[in-house]
């Protein structure tokens, strides 16, 4: 099932986009990306917690991002909802409003995977816009392969969440 999801996500890689992996190892990897968008902390945090806006519908499980919500609070869900039930992405451990979100777990294929993810995005003002600092940490066996591929799909994603915050 590992090798699976790993070339499942291999193949999913649609996009490429600018980014940074901080670090890789059979232990695990780090993913950095740092954007500017011009348009103010608000709107980039509206964008950001209305994924259905922005996350590409090829990356997702049901094939729609319109079946994707977030709720922005602790132990709120970043959920989709899919025939005949559901999947969390992601579950919100911290939310500092128009400055940070941090939520746990594994996006794609790494839930099949004996991990542990944590995805940090901050939201500093600068000038007229706004600076978008998005982190992934991922802990577990065997990963050092997946770090690329992880990371060129975030860094599409963040840069469709750009776009949608400058509409």
């Given at each position: 099932?590992?090798?699976?999801?790993?070339?499942?996500?291999?193949?999913?890689?649609?996009?490429?986009a600018?980014?940074?992996?901080?670090?890789?190892?059979?232990?695990?990897?780090?993913?950095?990306?740092?954007?500017?968008?011009?348009?103010?902390?608000?709107?980039?945090?509206?964008?950001?917690?209305?994924p259905?806006?922005?996350?590409?519908?090829?990356?997702?499980?049901?094939g729609?991002?319109?079946?994707?919500?977030?709720?922005?609070?602790?132990?709120?869900?970043?959920?989709?909802?899919?025939?005949?039930?559901?999947?969390?992405?992601?579950?919100?451990?911290?939310?500092?409003?128009?400055?940070?979100?941090?939520?746990?777990?594994?996006?794609?294929?790494?839930?099949?995977m004996?991990?542990?993810?944590?995805?940090?995005?901050?939201?500093?003002?600068?000038g007229?816009?706004?600076?978008i600092?998005?982190?992934y940490?991922?802990?577990?066996?065997?990963?050092?392969?997946?770090?690329?591929?992880v990371?060129?799909?975030?860094?599409?994603?963040w840069?469709?969440?750009?776009?949608?915050?400058?509409?």
């Amino acid at each position: 099932m590992r090798k699976a999801g790993m070339a499942a996500l291999a193949a999913a890689i649609a996009a490429p986009a600018s980014a940074e992996v901080v670090d890789a190892s059979d232990a695990g990897f780090t993913s950095r990306h740092v954007l500017i968008v011009t348009a103010p902390p608000a709107k980039v945090w509206d964008a950001l917690v209305h994924p259905d806006r922005w996350w590409e519908a090829a990356h997702s499980y049901s094939g729609d991002s319109a079946s994707l919500s977030l709720d922005p609070r602790p132990g709120g869900c970043w959920c989709e909802k899919i025939p005949g039930g559901g999947v969390e992405h992601m579950r919100v451990i911290h939310v500092d409003a128009e400055r940070m979100l941090r939520m746990a777990g594994g996006l794609g294929p790494l839930q099949a995977m004996p991990v542990s993810g944590v995805m940090t995005v901050t939201l500093e003002a600068r000038g007229a816009g706004t600076e978008i600092v998005a982190t992934y940490s991922v802990a577990g066996p065997r990963l050092a392969p997946l770090a690329a591929p992880v990371d060129k799909v975030l860094g599409a994603q963040w840069l469709r969440l750009k776009a949608a915050a400058e509409r």
